[in-house]
């Protein structure tokens, strides 16, 4: 993946995914076989940027990125 450092997502990649790459992208989120949780938390992140951006592409995934609300009290 094309990241423009370890911490931001391009616009250029977020540009480029389309419906296969979105698949893919997600399909490996809901697996969650990733070798630290760190891997997992940018996929999260390219998800959740790819829902802000093109959400068109998201709409079948975005169960992954919705957060039970908690109480911190």
């Known amino acids: 993946m094309k990241f423009i450092d370890e ?6 990649l977020v540009n480029s995914f ?7 992208l997600a399909k490996r ?6 070798i630290t ?3 997992g938390l940018k996929d999260w992140h390219l998800l959740r940027a790819l829902a802000i951006n093109r959400p068109e592409l998201t709409a079948d995934y975005i169960h992954l990125l919705d957060q039970e609300p ?4």
Do not use: A, V
Request: aromatic fraction near 16%; proline fraction near 4%; hydrophobic fraction near 25%.
């Open 7 to 12: 911490n931001k997502i391009s616009e250029e």
């Open 70 to 73: 908690f109480d911190e009290n």
């Open 18 to 24: 389309n419906e296969e790459m979105t698949f893919e």
């Open 29 to 34: 989120l809901e697996d969650d076989n990733y």
């Open 37 to 39: 949780p760190f891997d």
